[in-house]
């Protein structure tokens, strides 16, 4: 969209939608958000951390949004609120609202006869939407996504293109798939028989809940037997993969890269940091935080942050650390031989 | 395939086919599997794990898979056999089968006139197969699939949709290909001179066995000069990285997120966990199994287990913990002094 | 491409192009590259590393590139040049010419009309182009890309099938993306409220320089209010995951499953590991290399090689050595009271 078609609001609108305590003058218009360091004027910022304070006072911008400890950390006009950062994402999204579905099937999609598609949901060019597949209101199909026999896609639901869902799958609401996520392949399921694998057809589906976010080219296998769930809210980044039958729990966020193995249930409102792995049949409680490449081999049942990462160092210097984790076991029954030597060493001194 | 279609097998059937002993009522009917703790009474579940037999104390199901040890911990029918999760899966095979491929070429797909494509085989909408590509018996061929110039599919290929394979690449019999598998990309070769990276054609092929499965967006480089080689049985987990001119063994497998730098050499039965990494130009041996998010950085002659992941606490107490990572060196240099110092004490005591 | 299209060279037109000094024949003709242990006569091969000093002597290629040091290692027509390597990479680059565009647009696909498609571009079977998208001279588009509005491609660019393209990218001169290759989805943008998680449009595009190669099913999220920038020459392995807003300096290497988190910055000139992970919001100085599977938590403004890797042993031995690591700061504390005891017992002593 370009700026010229871009819509502008006054301060006195954004705070009847969204609330927040006007500073200055309220017919104050932006019409796009930025950061503090290039803002231009139409533009309204924000202050989430006290450590940009000094941008703020050189910003350009023609507003700002700040917590209630920065309501006199500037002069221009500016709402103030509980929650700036969270404030800004609305306003961003008033001022770079989605595309709406308009332009209904295109004649190069394939829709199968016996789906159901909501009539003012848009299907792209070259999309594929399989036997008996549903789609809800205002769906927007990318180009090129293939929809899977016996799908439900809820309301308002968002596939960018190249999106594969497989048979079966299950989706909610105002979810949004972004371009070469897979839904529903199958889990790794396979039995060493003499002769070599033998496959497990897996025969559950991929339940994704209302207002979840799937990353590009994260791959989410449908259940062995039950299905793999994700529940309401949850945020997945790109190329995230999630075995079967996880459970991955309300409104959790997952960072890039990381990978989830097979029956692993993760709690609600958790953090999950990039390329971080969950080990397979545990369980992560609500609340709880994982650092970045962190591997987490048993469950979690407190809330909390956890880590795993080795520190990176010089590689000459990790040459030579690095060597001594081979000895740590030896270091320390050494050590231990060396406290009661000296022990009694003391005794035979005293 | 919804439950009213599905075929029911009595338990005398499923043991015509695959053996083992069957203990109760032989004319017991099911049509689908189940896990003991969800199973349904026309369903038959397994127990291959002895923690799981107060489960099968309480179990629904109509009849059940067990080991010889297992024989008589159960009044249920029951299938007695040597592997209770192999029987499992050959029994959820022959009640799942896999869509056979009926429709042959879509309209919409885009074969090459030179393209061989055997009569039985299915090219779903929108595929593409390109120049003197082959395609053998029972193919099904999923939609958006695009297939370059001069492929071979062997017989009973199944390709979920939004695959790709690159020219010249060369696929076994029933191998499978899940969507987004990206079967010969170039390789990553590339030569530094004054100017910045040349590129280094990547002129090898990707060859596949027979029975290999390939994981939801796995990426399997062509060879530099020479082929990358999957051999039969390998099956591949999702997000994978097999890098230019890499062998792996026959059965071997692979857990998701795994990556596997140019020119190594992966043995025969090998198991290989998640977001696990293996250096280019090494060997691993046959039997080998190696850990989640374990880097082998040399080659391994000997089978076994190996390990490499650094073990996640607390975030306080990992902080703590992993500053002592980068003295570890100066630790053990102080311990060995300490040491000495001690010896040369005990010397002038005694 | 088969044996008897390809083109044959002389060593001296290989020199006339490439320079070098020709010892031997220069009417040796040669019509493919190829490692010096399985290489035919017709072909040319190389040495760049001393070690391959025996394969040289046993090779049954017709002519090899050597570098000075090498210069009398073999009695076969040779071409001796300062850097064996990239020499190799253009003499296969010129005996493997990629493919020109030579199809115009294919009748399936699916051109707005807003679109400014250069005339000797080709565009493949069933790919898709945006409104208002430019697609510069001998651009070669896959069957089944999908490109989005906006977006403007720079001259010979090639992208394989299947890759994505999200409205409003920039793409430079003589880039290549390879098949599954995501550029411009969204940046992982959200803000925690009182009922969940906010999504934060991501308003920034994906920016990309002249010779730039992106690996299959890499990811390259757009920004989110300024732009991610790739710069000239970068190279991408496949599957590398890049965030919003970050810059990768030029010439760059990127290995496959690297992550690279938002807003972190990247030298020129630097080489990273596979599987190696950059966190948010730091700065990697220029010529910085990191080893594979290592963690860089925080910026590195020196250029050198950095490392943070756990090293992998035997699962048992590991076993016992991990244990340790989790009370290193209490065997660090435990060292430093037996030092201050001896110190003191020595005292004593004398």
């Not at 019409?31 to 360091?37: E, I, T, W, Y």
């Not at 798939?177 to 028989?193: K, Y």
Request: aromatic share 4%.
């Amino acid at each position: 969209m370009t700026r010229s078609e871009r819509k502008a609001y006054t301060l006195r609108e954004i705070a009847e939608r969204f609330g927040g305590e006007i500073v200055g003058d309220p017919d104050t218009r932006v019409s796009q958000v930025a950061a503090l360091d290039t803002a231009q004027p139409e533009t309204i910022a924000f202050l989430a951390d006290e450590r940009y304070l000094q941008q703020l006072k050189a910003t350009r911008a023609g507003a700002v949004i700040v917590g209630t400890a920065g309501r006199d950390a500037t002069d221009l006009p500016r709402v103030v609120c509980a929650n700036p950062y969270a404030y800004f994402a609305r306003v961003s999204g008033l001022l770079n609202p989605s595309r709406q579905p308009t332009h209904g099937t295109h004649e190069t999609a394939i829709v199968d006869d016996s789906a159901v598609v909501a009539a003012n949901a848009e299907i792209g060019p070259l999309a594929v939407v399989g036997r008996n597949t549903r789609v809800g209101a205002r769906c927007l199909i990318g180009a090129g996504c293939v929809i899977g026999d016996e799908v439900v896609l809820g309301n308002d639901v968002r596939l960018h293109s190249n999106v594969t869902i497989y048979d079966g799958c299950i989706i909610g609401d105002r979810v949004i798939l972004h371009s070469g996520a897979v839904i529903g392949a199958d889990g790794f399921g396979i039995a060493m028989a003499d002769a070599g694998w033998v496959k497990i057809p897996q025969i559950g589906r991929v339940v994704i809940g209302n207002d979840v976010e799937v990353g590009a080219n994260t791959t989410i296998d449908r259940g062995a037997i039950e299905d793999t769930v994700i529940e309401d809210g949850v945020k997945l980044d790109n190329q995230i993969q999630v075995a079967h039958n996880v459970r991955i729990g309300a409104h959790t966020a997952i960072a890039a890269c990381a990978g989830i193995a097979g029956s692993a249930k993760i709690g609600r409102y958790c953090r999950i940091g990039g390329a971080s792995g969950i080990a397979g049949h545990i369980t992560i409680a609500d609340h709880v935080e994982i650092s970045a490449h962190t591997i987490i081999t048993k469950s979690i049942d407190k809330p909390g942050t956890y880590t795993g990462a080795y520190p990176f160092e010089a590689n000459r210097q990790w040459r030579r650390n690095a060597a001594q984790i081979r000895h740590l076991s030896d270091l320390a029954d050494r050590l231990r031989a060396l406290e009661r030597k000296l022990a009694s060493l003391e005794r035979s001194e005293s």
